[in-house]
């Protein structure tokens, strides 16, 4: 009688878990899986080879997202799995972080079988053919998921809205693949594009869901609340950031939120020799925010409010801030709001030494056909500085809200104009103090001029006019 073969652990637990990845995630990395990414892992293990997710802010599509990949990658062979973002910044610092968390969470002897480096998670004893390989996505090269071919195939993409389209035009061989799943997750940001496509136009051929933070554990209510008080129920940012609704098309808004925020997780690197310019937002009221901006070219480098100062004070921090400036990063000029109690600051800076000119955003625009005044010129200026998508903003929410808040209509004359900040406190918005002190350093010609002089886009014309000195 022959005898029976030695038990194998590994085989059974590829006969457990290889077709019940929920209860993969509860009983190997010990944790309760929500409902929606319960849907999600089984969708997967059902062969659904196009999914995609939409969502608000931290209903933990991450953590599902890795979770899929850890279970794919130790229950199968040969195995490629490419995940993919439109940043490194999100990519590395959100889900390969987080899958890298959730590997250090499983037993030691699966953990042991696993190599971990950088950018890639592979099997040790067949790293060519069992692994999880990290690629940033952007639209200058975009074979991020070119070529991904094995028997057990799985994409993912993470922050989907913000993927180039020319990516998944170059990624059409690996997703059409028999045996690849693509799965795409994110906030959806744009309404437009193949992530929105596959929520409309292509919903037929993709499994979707909507996850909403009202319907996650993971997500406080006073997050909600703050929330809906911070940009409002009807909101683009709201509908975005909470209800993981695409955003409605709002004719009459300046800034679509999309713009803002690409430009607040892009990667760029901008030249030393590039004209750094502040722009003054000065407070007209006793509680309320004077304003800094310090913008370099392409990039805004930092956002400095004070509460509560005098003029004098104001003047004093703005001089303090100027000081404290290391060699060649002081700027070439301050342009100051000097509608008002600015002009005073604006004079006194002068009489300083410091390079600040006085703006009245009240005055005649260069194009007079075209905007009421020179306040509506700047903000459309600013938009169209964000349409290039080569420039940079810090993460600043209450910078977000302003921006995306302000709506303009066209006079009789058939003019744009930018609506009052009266206007706006009527109906329940904060004064916009720091997208204003943004737009502010596009007020000047000396903000235009960029490396060798080129004028690539709409933003870097100047504005050819006569600056108020008051």
């Known amino acids: 009688m022959p005898k029976a073969s030695a038990p194998n652990p590994y085989i059974d637990f590829l006969k457990r878990y290889r077709h019940d990845p929920v209860a993969f995630v509860e009983h190997v990395l010990k944790v309760?899986?929500?409902?929606?990414?319960?849907?999600?892992?089984?969708?997967?293990?059902?062969?659904?080879?196009?999914?995609?997710?939409?969502?608000?802010h931290g209903v933990g599509k991450s953590t599902a997202a890795a979770w899929t990949m850890l279970w794919y990658l130790i229950t199968r062979y040969p195995v490629k799995i490419v995940v993919t973002a439109p940043t490194s910044a999100q990519l590395f610092d959100a889900l390969f972080a987080e899958l890298k968390r959730w590997i250090n969470e499983l037993p030691?002897?699966?953990?042991?079988i696993?190599?971990?480096?950088?950018?890639?998670v592979s099997h040790k004893s067949a790293p060519s053919e069992c692994f999880i390989s990290a690629r940033t996505s952007?639209?200058?090269?975009?074979?991020?998921?070119?070529?991904?071919h094995a028997d057990n195939v799985l994409l993912i993409c993470d922050e989907a809205s913000g993927i180039p389209e020319q990516v998944f035009e170059a990624a059409a061989g690996s997703m059409s693949g028999e045996n690849a799943c693509t799965i795409l997750l994110g906030n959806p940001t744009r309404s437009s594009g193949f992530f929105f496509d596959t929520h409309h136009t292509q919903a037929g051929e993709w499994w979707t869901r909507k996850v909403s933070c009202a319907d996650s554990p993971m997500v406080s209510d006073q997050y909600v609340d703050e929330m809906k008080v911070r940009y409002g129920e009807e909101s683009n940012a709201f509908r975005v950031r909470v209800l993981g609704e695409f955003p409605a098309r709002d004719d009459d808004t300046v800034i679509p939120l999309e713009l803002v925020e690409s430009a607040q997780v892009r990667d760029i690197e901008i030249s030393d020799d590039e004209p750094i310019i502040w722009g003054l937002d000065v407070a007209r009221f006793g509680n309320a925010a004077s304003v800094l901006c310090k913008r370099q070219g392409r990039k805004i480098l930092a956002m400095q409010d004070w509460r509560g100062l005098d003029l004098m004070q104001l003047t004093g921090a703005v001089v303090a801030e100027?000081?404290?400036?290391?060699p060649r990063q002081e700027p070439m000029q301050i342009c100051v709001d000097s509608i008002g109690v600015g002009g005073g600051v604006c004079d006194r800076l002068r009489e300083l030494g410091l390079p600040a000119v006085g703006i009245n955003t009240a005055e005649s625009p260069a194009l007079r056909g075209t905007y009421m005044n020179l306040r509506a010129e700047l903000w459309f200026k600013l938009k169209a500085w964000l349409e290039a998508r080569d420039v940079n903003m810090p993460k600043d929410d209450l910078l977000l809200a302003e921006l995306v808040a302000v709506k303009y209509k066209f006079t009789s004359a058939g003019k744009l104009q930018?609506?009052?900040?009266?206007?706006?406190?009527?109906?329940?918005?904060?004064?916009?103090?720091?997208?204003?002190?943004?737009?502010?350093?596009?007020?000047t010609e000396a903000?235009?001029?960029?490396?060798?002089?080129?004028?690539?886009?709409?933003?870097q014309k100047p504005i050819r006019r006569n600056l108020s000195v008051v």
């Open 322 to 326: 100027y000081e404290s400036c290391q």
């Open 138 to 148: 952007r639209a200058e090269t975009p074979e991020a998921l070119q070529g991904v």
């Open 114 to 120: 696993l190599e971990v480096k950088s950018d890639r």
């Open 32 to 56: 309760k899986v929500q409902p929606w990414q319960a849907e999600l892992l089984q969708a997967v293990q059902d062969g659904e080879r196009r999914i995609s997710i939409r969502s608000g």
């Open 418 to 443: 930018i609506e009052s900040k009266d206007e706006m406190r009527r109906r329940g918005m904060a004064s916009p103090d720091r997208a204003d002190a943004v737009c502010l350093t596009f007020a």
């Open 108 to 112: 030691m002897a699966l953990k042991d």
């Open 447 to 459: 903000a235009t001029v960029i490396k060798g002089g080129a004028m690539a886009s709409n933003w």
